[in-house]
């Protein structure tokens, strides 16, 4: 089975596509996902709403 081209630029991206930018683990980017509403479940997948999500973190964890 091929596996598909990751769009780093998609509003819609894996748990780990947003670990590996904001460098959190996998449990501290999924409660952030779920507590900003960015958390989604299609079928089996799971992905996460990058603009919600980094609006979230910006506007709730800014000193």
């Known amino acids: 089975m ?10 819609y991206q894996t748990v780990e596509q947003v ?3 904001i460098n959190l ?3 501290t980017v999924v409660k952030i996902a779920k507590d ?5 479940h299609i079928g089996r ?6 603009r919600k ?7 709730e964890y800014k000193e």
């Open 53 to 59: 999500f980094f609006y979230y973190v910006e506007n």
């Open 25 to 27: 683990c996998r449990g």
């Open 19 to 21: 670990m590996s930018d």
């Open 45 to 50: 997948a799971v992905r996460i709403d990058v």
């Open 2 to 11: 091929n596996k598909p081209n990751r769009n780093k630029s998609a509003k």
């Open 36 to 40: 900003a509403g960015a958390y989604i």
